[in-house]
Structure formats: C-alpha cells, structure tokens
C-alpha cells in the first residue's frame, strides 16, 4: 500500500565532542514564557536522485545524516542537555512570604537528541500529493516532558526515506529552548556541516540585552507593558486548551510572489498611506484576519488578534543568538474597522511601538515582576494568534548537492483557543514576496474559510488540507 509508513528504530545521537563539565545554561525571560510542553514541529521535504533499491545503499542517507547531525551538536550544547529546575525564590519586591517562580536551567551533560528512523512506500512526490497535517505528523517525532523532565529530551528527529525516491527530515522540540528562528538555524547548521563539513553561522549562547545602569527608572508600573505582552483576562474567563484542542483543524496556503504584490496593493487603499504600502507581511496578516473575521460573523469590525515578532534585529542580536526572541502584542481595533486596509493599517500601527528600550523594559518587567504567568494564559486564550515567519532562510537548507527543500512544515502547539496561523517564505523561488500561510482553526471554520471570497479573490493555492465539508 502506497503511503504505508514503518518505523526502523530509535536511538540517541550524541555529539562527536564532549560537552566540558559542569557547564550550565540560564533560560531568559523570553524563554520561560514558554511551557516545556508547548513544542515546535516542522518538516522539511527534499527529492533524491534515485530509489532507495535502485541506489543500492538502503539507510546511506540516514547514515550520513546521523553523523552530521553528531558534528553539528558540539556547536549546540544546550540542545543536547537536559532541564532542571530550582527551587522557588523569595520575592523581594512583593511582600515577605511571596514566592517568585523558578527558573529552568539546563545541564549541558550530552544526553543527547532522540533520533526515529522510518521509510515509506511510494515517493516523495506521491505522499505530497495527497498531504494532510494527520498525515504529515507522522513524519515528526514529539514525546510530552516525563515526570521527571532530567530524563527528557527536548529535541527529537525522524529521518524518513521514500522507497521510491525522496526524504523527509522532521524536527520537533520544546519552545522553552528555541523560537522557530533558532531550530530553522539548527537545521541550517546541521545541513552545511553534512554537505560542507563546516558550520557557516555557528550559534550564540549569551543573555539577552539588558539596559546599562543609570539608563532605566527604578520601578515602573505593569501597565506601560500591557500592550507589548497582550491582554491578560482573569483566570475565570479563560477555557482549557486541550478542550477545543482537538477539534481544530489545519490547512496551509501558498500564495505567489504576484498574488502577495498585489494583495499588498489593495490593502494600501489605493494611497500606499503614510508610510507607503503594507510590508508582505502586513498585507498578507490582514487578509488572514479580515477573511476568518468575515467567517465569524463580524460584518463591522475584526476579531482580536495577537501577534509575535522576532526581536533580534529590534535588539541588535546577531544573527547566531540561540534562544527565543519573540514577544507578543495583542491587537484590537475599534468597532467599524474591517476589511483588508484597516486590517494592515492596524498591523502596522502595532508594529511600529516595537522599539529597543521599550523591549527591554518588557524583559526586564518579566524577569523582576514575574508577568510571566499571565503572558503565557494570553497565548493560550487567545482569540487569534498571528507569528510572523517571513524572515526565515528556509531555500539553503541543503543536506546534498542540489537538493533544496521542495516543501517545508512548520507547526506550533498547543494551538491557542480561537486558532493561529503561521506567515513563511515560500521555498519554492517563486520570488522574494511568494509566502506560505500555516492556518490552524476550529474545524467548523476551516472550510468557510477556504469559500470566502476574500480569500478567492487571490487565488491561493491549498498545499495541505482540503474542503472536506459542504456548507
């Protein structure tokens, strides 16, 4: 049976240096507003020259793939280490009695990355033709944190290879240590030490920025960073995700680099406004928001709408920083904004406050008051959560000479109450605005969705899920 998928084995693949002893990494702020649960998945397709009979060498590609993959972890530390926790720490600044949350650490001890091997039937191209994301999970590995986490891995592969040509590669991993721009660097790097036998960016391991003294006010108040971290809502109001969970959907968009020019166009109103027209991201966001507002009965205004950013550039990172670097803000405009224009102005007009010291003051905010909490129950309730993706190097992910990734996955979970979706690079080289949109909603709406005509206006192409229900 074409698609029949086997698993060959599982094991643990070390780095080829050991790790020097004793050594530790400090999770930031940015990094403990993610739950251990709360995991990356992606999957990166690639097609090969001949079968995996025809070739003679049944596992050689798998075999070359573990041994960059061990060269490649000597750079990454904290990848191979494993969690642990301290102890609660007295608050200073709430009172005697109050307890701060502890923050995870991770032991650098090379444990090691869990390793899944797999072949399929059929192609690479056969399985893509027909690719749902109930399908396409089972090419990515992911174990939820045991009791006791110092026993977890916190980043897992499968390395899959299509009988009649083809391999996929998928990567999960928990959020605590990387936001989705480090684990595509990850793959990056172990793609260049494979192919190369070289890293080209090897990762940084460092703090995240922080204000020089005499730079920032003792205290100030939380209010100031409501609208970098979104609207909290109190605990009563908020449902549990894996309630409504399970009865999301996924379906993912390819849009052209002439379909998002021209989206681009249309959202500006005809001016290009202020600041002249919307960036692919906020024009390709604002048609995602308006379309599933449409769908959800809102005639004169959008639904809520939380965003997250990537900091590095904002906080003059370099681009090897390990670690997260995203913050979220939420978004909700007045009752009569709607449509495509109002959606990108809205976008833009958020984006515009991301500036570097207010950033840090929201760090800082995080690390010393501990809004932590609060932050995290935002992502989860949220009404609709957009991350924007757009920047990622996804094409020079090459593991073989001349095999660039015909399709790349990505994937964030828990999924937030009311549905997220995902803005990336179209890998396919269609052209430097050509984006790929990650869409994951209650299923009820997925297929409205698919039929509003918003969204057909632009003509987008459905590359994993389908309308699987008439209206």
């Not at 990848?79 to 926790?85: A, K």
């Not at 009988?163 to 989705?180: K, V």
């Not at 990734?405 to 990505?410: A, G, V």
Request: glycine share 10%; hydrophobic share 35%.
């Amino acid at each position: 049976m074409a698609d029949e998928l086997a698993y060959i084995c599982k094991r643990t693949v070390v780095s080829a240096k050991p790790v020097q002893p004793d050594k530790y990494h400090e999770l930031s702020a940015l990094d403990c507003l993610m739950e251990p649960n709360r995991h990356l998945m992606m999957v990166y397709y690639y097609r090969t020259g001949r079968s995996r009979e025809a070739a003679g060498s049944v596992g050689e590609a798998t075999r070359r793939l573990r041994e960059g993959l061990s060269e490649a972890l000597t750079y990454f530390p904290a990848v191979t280490g494993r969690l642990l926790q301290g102890k609660e720490e007295e608050d200073q600044g709430q009172g005697q009695g109050s307890k701060r949350r502890s923050k995870w650490v991770v032991r650098c001890n090379d444990a090691g990355v869990r390793v899944v091997e797999a072949c399929v039937r059929g192609s690479v191209d056969d399985w893509l033709r027909n690719v749902d994301w109930e399908k396409e999970k089972r090419l990515i590995h992911w174990e939820e944190m045991y009791h006791k986490p110092y026993f977890w891995s916190t980043f897992y592969v499968q390395l899959t290879e299509f009988e009649e040509g083809g391999l996929a590669i998928g990567l999960s991993c928990t959020h605590l240590l990387s936001d989705p721009i480090c684990a595509t660097m990850f793959m990056k790097a172990w793609a260049d030490v494979t192919l190369r036998g070289k890293m080209t960016h090897p990762p940084l391991f460092h703090p995240l920025p922080a204000h020089q003294p005499g730079t920032r006010s003792a205290i100030r108040p939380i209010d100031p960073f409501t609208d970098l971290c979104g609207r909290c809502q109190s605990p009563a109001t908020l449902a549990s995700p894996t309630s409504v969970h399970n009865k999301h959907s996924t379906i993912s968009l390819s849009f052209s680099d002439q379909t998002v020019r021209s989206c681009m166009e249309k959202s500006a109103g005809g001016g290009g406004g202020e600041g002249g027209s919307p960036s692919p991201f906020e024009a390709v966001t604002g048609l995602i928001w308006a379309a599933v507002s449409r769908v959800r009965g809102l005639d004169d205004g959008l639904v809520g709408l939380t965003i997250g950013l990537d900091m590095r550039r904002v906080l003059g990172l370099d681009d090897g920083f390990f670690g997260n670097c995203m913050v979220y803000a939420h978004i909700q405009p007045e009752l009569g904004e709607n449509g495509l224009t109002a959606a990108a102005a809205a976008i833009r007009d958020r984006i515009t406050k991301f500036e570097k010291e207010r950033v840090k003051d929201l760090i800082e905010w995080l690390e010393h008051d501990d809004g932590t909490e609060p932050t995290q129950r935002m992502l989860i309730d949220s009404e609709l959560m957009c991350v924007n993706l757009d920047t990622l190097d996804l094409g020079w992910t090459i593991f073989e000479d001349g095999s660039s990734p015909i399709r790349i996955s990505h994937y964030m979970e828990p999924v937030c109450n009311g549905g997220q979706f995902l803005i990336l690079p179209s890998p396919s080289g269609d052209g430097p605005f050509g984006r790929v949109v990650t869409i994951t909603l209650p299923e009820e709406e997925v297929d409205r969705l698919l039929r509003d005509d918003l969204i057909n206006d632009f003509g987008p192409t459905v590359l994993i899920g389908a309308i699987t229900a008439q209206a």
